[in-house]
């Protein structure tokens, strides 16, 4: 059993920054592919960002070019850097592993959600 507990969230104005961390109770190199999710009200949970063991990364359209997923396996610990924000990245966000790389499907292991606001 994995547990995986998120940070960094908040409130931030359109065009700041953030930096999500998830931190796991275990190995994240035994899950391979780590992700992260997001789920707005009123909308479908979807895959944000995914990195495999090899450093393979993967992006929703919406966010490609401003956010940057990263892992270190030493610290069992991956990131979420998110620049340019907008309103629309209203949402809270989950870490989630290990994630089916080419379906983007979510694995069994879900951290608790951070809450992150844009807002001006």
């Known amino acids: 059993q994995v547990q995986l507990v998120e940070s960094g969230g908040g409130l931030v104005q359109p065009g700041g920054s953030l930096r999500l961390s998830c931190v796991a109770s275990g190995s994240i190199s035994s899950l391979n592919v780590m992700g992260w999710y997001r789920q707005a009200p009123g909308k479908q949970r979807e895959l944000v960002a995914a990195i495999s063991n090899g450093g393979m990364t993967k992006y929703a359209d919406s966010v490609k070019g401003r956010f940057t997923i990263s892992r270190d396996n030493a610290k069992n610990t991956v990131f979420l850097q998110m620049n340019s924000l907008k309103f629309e990245d209203t949402a809270v966000y989950y870490c989630?592993?290990?994630?089916?790389?080419?379906?983007?499907?979510?694995?069994?292991?879900w951290g608790q959600g951070t809450q992150v606001t844009v807002s001006s």
């Open positions: 989630n592993g290990p994630v089916g790389y080419y379906s983007g499907s979510p694995g069994r292991y």
